[in-house]
T-cell receptor, first 116, second 113 residues
Framework: GAVVSQHPSRVICKSGTSVKIECRSL??????MFWYRQFPKQSLMLMAT?????????EQGVEKDKFLINHASLTLSTLTVTSAHPEDSSFYIC????????????FGSGTQLSVL | KQEVTQIPAALSVPEGENLVLNCSFT??????LQWFRQDPGKGLTSLLL?????REQTSGRLNASLDKSSGRSTLYIAASQPGDSATYLC????????????FGTGTLLAVQP
């Protein structure tokens, strides 16, 4: 099956610093990737849709200047949490779409961000 | 606004039992519905994808049904095993160019050996 690699799996940082999370589709090209956020014991909340070569589409309530998304190639999307604060601590997961909307989504293994 | 709910929130069963997980959604105008499995601290694994025109999909011991008009889907797991223990999430797709998914609240399943 298709593989999506997400790195790092866990990061601890100080308040005010920026953290970059990478999402790579290893064996397929993904024109669209999605970024989700998950709080403990809660479901996934879509943050933004990342489109290769164009600006990301953010969901309502998600600050685009705080969560910078770059999709520079067909196999890589990055999420940068800028000036992180403790309330940004969460589990972040990416997914990649192989082919059309009728295809399954493939997910990365997630990144646990802890901001001290 | 689409809302997706899963019942029960948690379920504990002895090994070998057949079980049903429920998913309901408020807007029946969906494009497709997927069931996922999530292990603790991990990403999601897609289990089954049902298109809006389909009634069910099967994969091994798993069977998912879809009743779009009533806004319901079920995931049936036959002969449960301890390795099935995980959180199960359903998600409805809205269609369009990107088919954004709206996730349910999840069911935490524990299969006791």
């Amino acid at each position: 099956g298709a593989v999506v690699s997400q790195h790092p799996s866990r990061v601890i940082c100080k308040s005010g610093t920026s953290v970059k999370i990478e999402c790579r589709s290893l064996d397929f090209q993904a024109t669209t990737m999605f970024w989700y956020r998950q709080f403990p014991k809660q479901s996934l909340m879509l943050m933004a849709t990342s489109n290769e070569g164009s600006k990301a589409t953010y969901e309502q309530g998600v600050e685009k200047d705080k969560f910078l998304i770059n999709h520079a190639s067909l196999t890589l999307s990055t999420l940068t949490v800028t000036s992180a604060h403790p309330e940004d601590s969460s589990f972040y997961i990416c997914s990649a779409q192989r082919g059309g909307v009728n295809e399954k989504l493939f997910f990365g293994s997630g990144t646990q961000l802890s901001v001290l | 606004k689409q809302e997706v709910t899963q019942i029960p929130a948690a379920l504990s069963v002895p090994e070998g039992e057949n079980l049903v997980l429920n998913c309901s959604f408020t807007d029946s105008a969906i494009y497709n519905l997927q069931w996922f499995r999530q292990d603790p601290g991990k990403g999601l694994t897609s289990l089954l994808l049902i298109q809006s025109s389909q009634r069910e999909q099967t994969s091994g011991r798993l069977n998912a049904s879809l009743d779009k008009s009533s806004g319901r889907s079920t995931l049936y797991i036959a002969a449960s095993q301890p390795g099935d223990s995980a959180t199960y999430l359903c998600a409805v797709g809205s269609g369009g160019a990107t088919n954004k998914l709206i996730f349910g609240t999840g069911t935490l399943l524990a299969v006791q050996p």
